[in-house]
């Protein structure tokens, strides 16, 4: 749910850098993946990006809310979640060519 849409979003964000896209560039990459992948089920409070060490790391934090159906008569209507994922690029594998994405703008 979550974990796959911030893993997809960190690799998104880290390849763009890997080809070099600027910091900015990744972000909006990172954002946009994580918002086509992650559930319909999840409000999303805060998701956060940030790019460490450089331009070789990029960290996604998300702190959501998962609506509840059946806890909802427990008197739980919805969970907190949070999450993070982390890409490292690896020395040495940048490719300064990529093939057009769809969802870069």
Known sequence: MTANAMDT??????RALQ????PE???RRGQRYYT???SHLLDVEVVTFTIE???TEILAV???SVKTTFLGIAGTSELKVAGH??????????????PRDPLDA
């Open 19 to 22: 080809v070099g896209k600027t």
């Open 25 to 27: 560039r990744g972000h």
């Open 62 to 64: 998300s702190n959501s």
């Open 9 to 14: 979003a960190v690799l998104a964000a880290g």
């Open 85 to 98: 994922s982390r890409a490292v690029l690896a020395a040495g594998a940048n490719n300064r060519h990529e």
């Open 36 to 38: 086509r992948n992650k």
């Open 53 to 55: 060490n450089g331009t």
